[in-house]
């Protein structure tokens, strides 16, 4: 069954463009300071000092997070997907922060913001998979909002420690963006099709890319927060939780898809008892 999305709103051009030039501004700020002061020597400092901090801050806010807005802004134009899942009825407009998706959105942040409390104790990071989940369930709006609200709160119920508290507002808006571009590229491959053999190839190409992606945001964290030999410790290190913390996102990827799948059946069933009714209800003779 075709999914694809007939209803959307207009387009802001000025939203657009003044979104592309805030990303290209930023890419070349970064690629400036990065050039001129080498974070991998020790220009900037030791490792997590202001002027790294800063620079981290840069990239998140200048790259990271206007892609993800972009992102949001192209999905939460279309109407479909402003529904709950299942729910959508053509021709019917929809709120973006509707009852339902104010919910998700509260739901969300609170599992984000206790899931280092059972983390620890499970050994599974329940932050990583709800994270996934909210990712592949929700449109980008309800990850970006759920995120950036229960990283806060996480931080200040039980802290982040692997992050300096001064970089920590920067690494929830990475954290945040990062998983709002994985919903951007499922909604738009995804979600356009139906359930059959097109969306499990689009899934099968899309999954190494959102895990590369995610890596990467990572990988570059530590890279600016860090002198060249601190970097590689750090990477090192990641060997002790990075295999945990994929296999809970890919679990938390898998969980939403069966979700999503259930309710889309749902509304399907439903569209086609519709149609079926609409069928057999005598038209009107012409005069």
């Known amino acids: 069954m075709d999914m694809k999305p ?4 207009p387009t802001s051009h000025a939203l657009v463009l003044g979104t592309f030039a805030w990303i290209a501004v930023g890419v070349a700020a970064l690629a400036y300071a990065v050039f001129a002061y080498d974070p991998a020597g020790a220009t900037l400092g030791v490792a997590n000092s202001a002027a790294r901090i800063g620079l981290y801050s840069e990239f998140v806010v200048g790259v990271t997070f206007p892609i993800a807005l972009y992102g949001t802004y ?5 109407e479909r997907f402003r529904a709950p899942p299942g729910r959508y009825v053509p021709g019917q407009k ?25 983390g ?4 599974f990071d329940i932050v990583a998979a709800v994270t996934a989940f909210a990712a592949v369930m929700f449109p980008p709006v309800i990850p970006l909002v759920a995120i950036i609200v229960g990283g806060f709160l996480r931080f200040a119920i039980t802290g982040i420690s692997f992050i300096s508290p001064a970089a920590v507002p920067a690494f929830i808006v ?11 590229l499922i909604f738009t491959f995804v979600r356009s099709r139906g359930n059959g053999l097109g969306s499990f190839i689009t899934w099968v190409v899309l999954l190494p890319i959102i895990l590369v992606q995610y890596s990467a945001m990572t990988l570059t964290q530590y890279f600016i927060l860090n002198p060249f030999s601190a970097f590689l410790g750090n990477v090192a290190y990641m060997g002790t939780w990075f295999p945990t913390t994929i296999l ?11 979700a999503y799948r259930s309710v889309s059946r749902r509304q399907r069933r439903s569209d086609q008892m519709m149609a079926a009714v609409a069928s057999k209800a005598p038209q009107p003779t012409q005069p």
């Open 6 to 9: 007939t209803e959307t709103l």
């Open 94 to 118: 929809y709120s973006l922060f509707s009852p339902y998706n104010l919910a998700a959105m509260g739901v969300i942040a609170a599992l984000y913001a206790a899931g280092s409390l059972f």
């Open 248 to 258: 809970s996102a890919v679990v938390g990827l898998i969980a939403a898809e069966a």
């Open 174 to 184: 990475m954290d945040a963006s990062r998983w709002v571009i994985a919903s951007w």
């Open 74 to 78: 192209v999905i939460s134009r279309i």
């Open 120 to 123: 620890s104790v499970t050994n």
